[in-house]
């Protein structure tokens, strides 16, 4: 069973940038389709950026040009680089893979001045 671990979120300025991790238990991350996911307050969880087990990388077009996500599968670790970060962005945000896993607790991403 995998599991993940979110990191890296926090209270920043509009304009701001934070870079969260994603941590997985395990052995088999390399082999996996990762993504991250959002889930604002009142909201349903939304898909944000995929990567697959090689690197080849998809972000949605709501952060497209201001997020960046990448892996390093030799310590089973993916990443979500955020910059220019909107209160729109205010939002728990999530790992997981395809097919998913069961969801961890997310980090916090708070966007207000």
């Known amino acids: 069973q995998v599991q993940f671990v979110e990191s890296g979120g926090g209270l920043v300025h509009p304009g701001g940038f934070l870079r969260l991790s994603c941590e997985a238990s395990?052995?088999?991350?390399?082999?996996?389709?990762m993504a991250w996911y959002r889930q604002a307050p009142g909201k349903q969880r939304e898909l944000v950026a995929g990567?697959?087990?090689?690197?080849?990388?998809r972000v949605e077009g709501a952060v497209k040009g201001r997020f960046t996500i990448s892996r390093d599968n030799a310590k089973n670790t993916m990443y979500l680089q955020m910059n220019s970060l909107k209160p729109e962005d205010t939002a728990v945000y999530y790992c997981?893979?395809?097919?998913?896993?069961?969801w961890g607790r997310g980090t916090q991403v708070t966007v207000s001045s």
């Open positions: 990567i697959t087990p090689g690197g080849t990388t």
């Open positions: 395990g052995n088999i991350f390399s082999m996996y389709y």
């Open positions: 997981n893979g395809d097919p998913p896993f069961p």
